[in-house]
């Protein structure tokens, strides 16, 4: 099967939730105060100044299409960076956040308090293959994100495509694109904070993807464009 050209992937901009689940966690609430749904939640003000950001970034090196989460944050995010591009957009739900389950809205401290025996269970199972009631493991989103791409590569061959998604995307696409073991991903996983708007590509090699930038946040430091305002970044150098 023909390699596709390159693969970007954007996590979303700051958004109002990312804001309230961090006060919530440093503040030791058991739950956090999001009125909206989920899907609903909109960027923050700083995430759509890093969109425009993503966006002169995009502009050096366009993409051919974006496909893009369903989530409001996720497709603010693309419209932002995308706008007057000519960009074709799809919405593929496949690109969906994890869905959580009961522990929905629930931070470290509420999940101990509230629900101990799953708390047990995840520590025993491991983030891999743990699945809360009504929601996914990561391994259950690996296996929607191995049909979208290869569906991407089957329709795109050669193309140049970018995909607007979540934090657990990011790291789950550097799963499937560079063959890693679940020991390997959960490793990356505890050293990195994947950032608002960091950048992730790979670009197809003798019949392979071969990293280039990993949860790179370069645009966002650049003289015009706003600081990420985030603590606690870690950007892997490749």
Not at 12 to 26: I, M, R, Y
Not at 104 to 111: H, P
Not at 112 to 141: I, N
Request: charged content about 30%.
């Amino acid at each position: 099967m023909e390699q596709l050209h390159s693969l970007t992937v954007v996590r979303h901009g700051l958004s109002t939730g990312n804001v309230t689940a961090q006060n919530a966690e440093t503040g030791g609430a058991e739950l956090i105060d999001i009125p909206e749904r989920d899907a609903d939640v909109p960027l923050a003000p700083t995430g759509r100044e890093q969109a425009e950001a993503v966006g002169r970034h995009l502009a050096e090196h366009p993409p051919e299409l974006a496909v893009v989460s369903p989530y409001l944050r996720t497709r603010q995010t693309a419209e932002i960076a995308l706008a007057g591009s000519g960009v074709p957009v799809v919405v593929d739900e496949r690109l969906r956040d994890r869905e959580l389950g009961v522990l929905d809205l629930l931070t470290a401290r509420g999940v101990q308090a509230r629900f101990p025996d799953e708390a047990r269970r995840r520590e025993r199972l491991g983030k891999f293959y743990y699945r809360p009631p009504g929601g996914e493991s990561w391994a259950d989103v690996l296996l929607r994100l191995r049909a979208l791409l290869r569906e991407i590569r089957e329709d795109h061959p050669g193309g140049r495509v970018v995909l607007f998604a979540h934090e657990a995307t990011v790291l789950m696409v550097r799963y499937l694109a560079e063959g890693m073991s679940e020991a390997d991903l959960m490793a990356l996983a505890r050293r990195t904070t994947i950032a608002n708007c960091s950048i992730s590509s790979w670009r197809g090699e003798d019949g392979r993807l071969e990293r280039e930038l990993f949860n790179s946040v370069a645009h966002l430091r650049r003289a015009d464009a706003p600081p990420t305002r985030q603590e606690d970044v870690n950007a892997e150098p490749v």
